[in-house]
């Protein structure tokens, strides 16, 4: 990662990417201000004129890491058009899981950063949620569905599907048979949604 000095422009994109680095050395409780400022060779006061607390600063770097590690992924396989009907809409909600599941074991610290602030910032929470819940209704339209509420159908299937992408169930996601839970849960629900059965 570049440093910066204090004679140097500092942007906030350098200052989160040092705060994750930061985070991975140190952890959510004991990483400071002070701390994130060394990483760049700046006084702490150079990063309170982009941040006003500890706070803001892990806010903002909980947002960047759920845009680029969980948002734009799912979004490429929203946008993956040799995936049609039902099938599409499973491989959303599995690559949420898959996601989630190899975070919490392979960046423990930037997961636990995720799980506290999300469960502290409801609004960055409801807005991760809506983004999810409107390309899933749009996956649904690609089905022949028991509802024409494609959205309440979304809801519904990402909140039935909570405990494989919730990082409170995180310590779930450990078991040997977390995936052939996932496959009877999805069963269920494509059942419960379709018209009929779509074959993958």
Request: glycine share 4%; aromatic share 10%.
């Amino acid at each position: 990662m570049n440093r910066s000095s204090e004679g140097d422009v500092l942007t906030k994109k350098q200052i989160l990417t040092a705060t994750e680095e930061t985070l991975r050395r140190f952890g959510v409780a004991k990483t400071s201000i002070t701390d994130v400022a060394k990483a760049l060779h700046v006084s702490h006061g150079t990063i309170y004129r982009h941040f006003k607390s500890k706070k803001e600063i892990l806010e903002a770097a909980t947002e960047m890491w759920l845009n680029e590690k969980i948002i734009a992924p799912l979004t490429a396989v929203y946008e993956d058009s040799s995936l049609k009907g039902a099938a599409h809409v499973k491989a959303y909600i599995k690559k949420l899981f898959t996601l989630k599941q190899y975070y919490a074991a392979e960046d423990e610290e930037l997961f636990a950063m995720y799980a506290k602030v999300t469960g502290e910032c409801s609004e960055m929470v409801n807005n991760s949620i809506v983004h999810m819940v409107k390309q899933l209704s749009v996956l649904l339209k690609e089905c022949d569905t028991k509802s024409n509420d494609h959205e309440v159908l979304a809801r519904g299937i990402f909140f039935a599907t909570e405990r494989f992408h919730h990082p409170a169930h995180a310590y779930e996601w450990k078991k040997g048979t977390i995936e052939e839970e996932f496959e009877s849960v999805w069963s269920l629900l494509e059942n419960g949604f379709l018209a009929f059965t779509e074959k993958s």
